[in-house]
């Protein structure tokens, strides 16, 4: 158990739609990343907050969105679903900024667009 | 941009056998991760190199940064079963905030 928690685990949904992922940090991370990961790409960097300032953005598509709370917890959003975008979500937190930090990976959100 | 290349994307090795991934970039890297993601499940952080020619020994497996730091490897001896995932690298450039991921080398071991 890494610390980071992500709900819901599942989620199926239809083209069109919007959705919202949600994440907890670890206690006492500052900073939370997006990724996603399918099957042909890999691990893609999406975003990442620090402190509640987005402060790396990786490919992120105009219709995802992120933010970060006072809390720290993070959610992202994903409008106008399209097919291509069913994949598995993680949101991973780490202590500081970034640059050489350990990263600490949720269980992660499987999204299915049908 | 920078691009991060695993090679190979997969390996089928016997328990017993030895394991190697190769990780290379296009750009100069400040440091590299290396993470294992079981099969169902998420990314687990293994180790960081930062210098020049680092090697690191973590029980059967050893982690190595090149002098350019350009390209990594991991290395596993005497493959277990348990060993059985997928191992990424990340790296950092020089100019960047974030960690970009290799693909992945999917490692499975029969017994």
């Known amino acids: 158990d890494s610390g980071v928690t992500q709900t819901p685990k599942h989620l199926i949904t239809a083209t069109g739609q919007r959705v919202t992922l949600r994440c907890s940090p670890r206690?006492?991370?500052?900073?939370v990343y997006w990724y996603q990961q399918s099957l042909d790409q890999g691990l893609q960097f999406l975003i990442q907050?620090?402190?509640?300032?987005?402060?790396a953005k990786g490919n992120i598509l105009e219709r995802f969105s992120a933010q970060q709370f006072p809390d720290l917890h993070s959610e992202l959003n994903l409008s106008s679903l399209e097919l291509g975008d069913s994949a598995l979500y993680f949101c991973?937190?780490?202590?500081?900024?970034?640059?050489?930090?350990?990263?600490?990976f949720g269980p992660g959100t499987r999204l299915t667009v049908l | 941009g920078q691009q991060v290349m695993q090679i190979p994307q997969y390996q089928h090795v016997q328990e017993g056998e030895d394991f190697t991934t190769y990780c290379n970039s296009s750009?100069?890297?400040?440091?590299i991760q290396w993470y294992k993601q079981r099969p169902g499940g998420h990314p687990v952080f293994l180790i960081q190199?930062?210098?020049?020619?680092e090697v690191k020994k973590q029980k059967r497996l050893t982690f190595q940064f090149g002098e350019a730091k350009k390209n990594s490897s991991l290395h596993i001896t005497a493959t277990q079963t348990t060993d059985v995932g997928t191992y990424f690298c990340?790296?950092?450039?020089?100019?960047?905030?974030?960690?970009?991921f290799g693909k992945g080398t999917s490692l499975l071991v029969t017994p």
């Open positions: 991973a937190s780490s202590r500081d900024r970034g640059y050489t930090d350990t990263q600490y």
């Open positions: 206690s006492g991370d500052l900073s």
């Open positions: 907050y620090y402190n509640g300032e987005e402060r």
């Open positions: 750009t100069t890297l400040s440091n």
């Open positions: 190199l930062v210098k020049s020619g």
């Open positions: 990340a790296g950092l450039s020089n100019s960047g905030y974030a960690l970009n």
